[in-house]
């Protein structure tokens, strides 16, 4: 399976009230800390367990990675191209802020062989924009978006976030509006989510908003999903949706157990059966790496029940469980075994079930969790010995 | 047998009974003020402290050395207070001849007070009454009121009352000599066949049971052949010796003692409290009145959380009755929990400590349905029989009658609370028989109440309409043809077995209300709809219905945090786990209980 690799960019021109990703302020650490991160991949090289993957994703995420010049990325790129093995053709995805990019950058990251660019939108609303505390308005939104296309990038992706408190079925068709109005091929449409330890958890808590009921949350859901689908672009997980055969590819990798290696703080890789992150902080990563250490906060084994339940949740989120694939790795039959439940969510209308796979409906994609749930709860309740058996 | 001076210390819950055998120890010398680290030595078990409540009887044995210059010894029973356990502490008074009668100088006289207190009447006791508590800086102001009520109650005069502070160690050597003084020395004859009371007994994993008793006529000496009456078993007696801290071997205890012995006795279920024991060759003629076998009140189902546990439920539950022979239980099967077992307890209280013991001594996850009585069935072809579970009555047509136990209950209250303690009584369908002022300001009531509104929250509502005011105390009276239909709870269509519930018909359609809207609280939205209907027959009472789930998802899954988002997962399959499935719905554990949590007035 070909794998990925991750770039995580930890700064941004201004913290979003909202946002829990690590990103620092303090934009003067760029150049030092693309020191750092060139060290980072020199020390993954020379330890040369990656020698035998083959990759065709580069994705540069974070904080705003367009923060970087194109003389940065290239920076990057360079050791990248020159000690992995990177299939020509491979998608190289760089976010962007709107309000961080010009014709010059995006030239020059063109030259640095960017292709696709994934564009933080969020809306296309000023008064949400600006409940988001984001840096941009809707105007600059648009006027990135074409400068984007008139720059040649045709594989063009934007982020939009639905279930801001108050939001009604009308802003977010508003902004699906303005969205069809340039030729995107993807667009990503998350749920806000009050994280911990953010300015908008904590106005939650002191009772300054009131978020949106989980029925409102769903109804707007339903109908991203659905306005979405009537304009050509297919739903392939929870959050994203595309024109044919443009899925993200980075991001399946995460749903599809293929391998990634991440650089940076706070960045993750799945390789050989373990998981593992880097520290989320930048002085701590600087320092580990001058030791000549990994600059790792955590690492994990899966074990065969770690494994079995990430498949389930994670191919149910994306694109289907396929049954035969499971039954191989994990010596289940979930078809047969888990008949009675899988009848009853399909009668539910939450799932659909051809001979290869099964697959959320669009009203199971807003119940993904609680259906993967039920699905490992009741693989555990069979039999164990019956499971070793098949 | 002169010297001796057997007595048990009685009072209502927490007026420091153990508190103050702990200081009398103490003052013997049976223990060291070094030994009383903890506060209570002689509730010693992790419940009885965490509690502070005394849950099996104390005995304890004490040397002391009076004014009058002569050594005398004193046997001591620390009784628990609960009501639940009231059979016992009768037994325990039948081994005695003296009483201390404990009354908290701020609380004044209680329930159990009174209860106790005619109790060691009926066993013919001396009477010491002992005001506790003295210290509290309250105390000065209810202390003469208090000793008015106590004169009332006994009829004693006012220096016969004794006032001491066990917490501080106040007056104590002056109890001890008033013990001394007025409890009479025991009687009996010592040459006369061996006739001997079991107040009490205990498993030990080594010796097997060990049985506390009281010796009235005759001696009890090691290699004896004896005889219990009530079982019809006959022992060697192995061990004989009288309680210290730990046991103290004499080889022989002989009329007016009180001991322990061993020999060989596998189960606590041969050793009934309240037997007689004789010896096997020469027997005495007729065995000690009072004997009861005492019979469980409440029931409840107790299944484990996860089906596969049955079999180390059953073994925890063996275990448990090794040392607590008041538990039943027998294996039932329900439709909702699977198999589990229907358990018996002589209350509240005692089911209380049971279900805690299996979670915290013997690690099991259970769940436990809504306690209830034992009621009687009268089927129109005349059968008679006992249901403990609500789900065992038969159709609605074949019964005549269901009859289920009364109880006589006695309240005491300060008056300014009574108009609420009568209105609770009658909303539980209670019968008022008496009311009668102990002074000015203090009722004692007496109710006939069905067992089944007491074992509901029935005691706490009590507390809380007299601000913790009122005391209650209640002993069974008789069946009672009672007007009760069964109401059962429907999810999504289908009976749930471990909800049903026997009430009175005249309550049944409130009834019903509130438990399905209880219900809807405690059953969380679910992937289907769950409609809920309240059932009597084929009769649909009450309805509503818990609205499908319509989203959960977490939203962002992507920079590769797999980790995360498997751990949230896990956390909630941990919740998950906790709850039943029947069918399609999952049912927390909770909601086998919700009838307790219902508001009933
Ligand atoms: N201030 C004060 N508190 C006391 C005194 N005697 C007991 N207490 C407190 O009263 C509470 C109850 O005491 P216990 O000795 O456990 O009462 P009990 O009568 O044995 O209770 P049960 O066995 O549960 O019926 C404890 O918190 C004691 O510390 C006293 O003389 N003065
Ligand atoms: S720009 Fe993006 S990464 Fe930076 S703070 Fe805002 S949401 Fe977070
Ligand atoms: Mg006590």
Redesign the interface.
């Known amino acids: 399976m070909t794998a990925g690799l ?1 770039i ?1 960019i930890p700064f941004c021109q201004r913290k979003c009230f909202y946002c829990d ?1 690590y990103s620092i302020e303090n934009t003067e650490l760029i150049n030092q800390f693309v020191d750092y991160l060139i060290l980072e991949i020199q020390q993954k090289v020379s330890a040369g367990k990656y020698s035998d993957l083959t990759f065709d994703t580069i994705f540069f ?1 974070g904080g705003t990675p367009s923060l970087l010049s194109g003389t940065q990325i290239s920076r990057i790129l360079d050791p990248l191209h020159k000690n992995f093995k990177i299939l020509d053709g491979s998608e190289i995805t760089i976010e962007c802020n709107p309000r961080t990019i010009d014709k010059e950058k995006l030239k020059a990251y063109q030259k640095a062989s960017i292709n696709r660019l994934s564009i933080g939108v969020q809306s296309f609303l000023d008064s949400e924009l600006n409940f988001l505390s984001r840096i941009h308005n809707a105007n600059q939104a648009k006027e990135s978006l074409n400068l984007a296309f008139e720059s040649g990038f045709e594989n063009l992706s934007i982020d939009l976030l639905f279930a801001l408190p108050k939001q009604r079925q009308e802003d977010i068709l508003f902004s699906l509006e303005e969205a069809y109005n340039f030729p995107l091929s993807h667009i990503s449409y ?4 009050y994280e911990e330890e953010t300015p908008l958890y904590q106005d939650l808590e002191n009772g300054k908003i009131e978020p949106l009921s ?2 409102e ?3 707007l ?1 339903l109908s991203i999903i659905k306005n979405l689908e009537q304009q050509g672009f297919k739903q392939y ?3 994203n949706f595309s024109k044919p055969n443009l899925q993200c590819k980075h ?1 399946l990798k ?2 599809t157990d293929a391998p ?1 290696i ?1 650089f940076g703080p706070s ?4 390789f050989d059966n373990s ?1 593992s ?1 880097n520290v989320d902080d930048l002085l701590i990563y600087f320092n580990l790496l001058s030791k000549k250490e990994e600059p790792l906060i ?1 690492s ?1 084994e899966l074990s065969f029940k ?1 494994r079995m ?2 498949s389930i ?2 191919s149910l ?1 994306a694109d289907g469980l396929v049954l035969e694939q499971f039954a191989k790795e994990f010596f289940f039959d979930i078809l047969f075994e888990l008949r009675d439940l899988l009848l ?2 399909t009668l ?1 209308g ?1 799932l659909s079930i051809d001979k290869t796979k099964i697959k959320l409906t669009a009203k199971g ?10 699905i ?2 009741d693989i555990e309740n069979k039999d164990i010995e019956k499971i070793m058996r098949i | 047998m002169n010297n001796i001076r057997n007595f048990c210390i009685i009072a209502h819950i927490d007026h420091g009974k153990s508190t103050l055998a702990d200081r009398l120890l103490e003052k013997t010398g049976r223990v060291s003020s070094r030994e009383m680290t903890t506060n209570q030595i002689l509730d010693n078990n992790p419940l009885e402290q965490e509690r502070g409540i005394t849950i099996k009887l104390h005995a304890i044995q004490m040397e002391y050395k009076a004014k009058d210059g002569k050594d005398y010894i004193l046997n001591l029973i620390d009784t628990p207070g609960h009501v639940d356990f009231s059979y016992e502490v009768s037994r325990s008074l039948a081994a005695c001849e003296g009483a201390l009668l404990i009354v908290d100088a701020t609380q004044g006289v209680e329930a159990q007070t009174i209860s106790n207190l005619y109790m060691a009447i009926d066993s013919d006791l001396e009477i010491i009454p002992v005001m506790n508590k003295i210290d509290l800086p309250s105390a000065a102001t209810t202390m003469d009121t208090v000793k008015q009520q106590i004169i009332d109650l006994i009829g004693c005069s006012e220096t016969d009352i004794l006032s001491c502070s066990a917490k501080q160690g106040i007056g104590i050597e002056e109890i001890l000599e008033e013990i001394v003084h007025r409890i009479p020395p025991p009687k009996g004859d010592p040459n006369a066949p061996l006739r001997a009371l079991i107040y009490d007994s205990v498993f030990d994993t080594y010796r097997g049971v060990i049985v506390n008793t009281r010796v009235f006529d005759g001696v009890l000496k090691e290699k004896d052949k004896i005889y219990f009456y009530a079982t019809q078993q006959s022992y060697e007696v192995e061990e004989v010796g009288t309680m210290h801290m730990k046991r103290f071997r004499t080889g022989e205890l002989s009329a007016g003692n009180v001991g322990y012995l061993i020999a060989s006795i596998r189960n606590l279920q041969d050793t009934k409290v309240g037997d007689t024991i004789t010896n096997f060759n020469h027997p005495c003629d007729k065995p000690i009145e009072g004997f009861r076998i005492v019979k469980p009140m409440v029931f409840s189902g107790i299944y484990p959380s996860d089906a596969a546990d049955f079999e180390d439920l059953r073994e925890s539950l063996a275990k448990l009755v090794l040392n607590d022979s008041a538990i039943t239980y027998e294996p039932e099967s329900s439709s909702a929990l699977g198999f589990g077992f229907r358990c018996g307890f002589l209350g509240l209280l005692h089911l209380e400590i049971v279900q805690e013991r299996l979670e915290r001594e013997f690690d099991q996850n259970i769940v436990s349905t809504v306690p209830n009585v034992r009621y009687k069935v009268i089927k129109t072809n005349s059968e008679e029989f006992f249901i403990d579970n609500p789900a065992q009555l038969p159709d609605r047509g074949n019964i005549a009658e269901i009859q289920e136990p009364f109880i006589r209950a006695q309240i005491i209250t300060p008056d300014e609370y009574l108009g609420n303690v009568m209105k609770l009584c009658i909303d539980r369908r209670g019968i008022l028989k008496n009311t009668t002022y102990l002074s000015a300001e203090r009722v004692d009531v007496e109710f006939e109440l069905p067992l089944s509104e007491v074992v509901f929250d029935f005691f706490d509502k009590l507390k809380s309409i007299s601000r913790g005011y009122a005391s209650l105390d209640y002993e069974f009276i008789e069946y009672r043809t009672e007007d009760l239909v069964k109401l059962d709870i429907l999810l999504n269509g289908e009976t749930v077995d471990a909800l049903s519930t026997i009430v009175h018909n005249k309550k049944s359609a409130d009834w019903g209300r509130k438990l399905c809207s209880k219900l809807k609280e405690l059953i969380p939205r ?3 709809e769950v409609a809920i209907q309240a059932a009597i027959g084929s009769k649909v009472i009450s309805r509503t219905n818990v609205q499908a ?15 995360r ?2 751990k949230l ?2 956390k ?2 941990e919740g ?2 906790r709850m039943k499935q029947i069918g ?1 719905i999952e049912i927390p554990q909770e909601a086998f209980l919700a009838v307790l949590s219902i508001d009933n007035n």
């Open positions: 991750y995580h990703f995420g998350y749920n806000l989510t989980d029925d949350e769903s109804s859901y997980e929870v959050s991001n995460y749903w990634y991440g960045a993750h890789s799945y998981r992150k955590f994990e770690d339940m990430e949740f994670l989120r009853s969510l539910g939450f994609y807003s119940l993904c969790d609680e259906i993967c749930l039920r490992i709860k | 679910q992937m289907f789930l319509r989203k959960n998802v977490i939203a962002k899954c992507y920079g590769g945090d797999i980790t988002k498997r997962l896990e909630q399959k998950k786990k399609k």
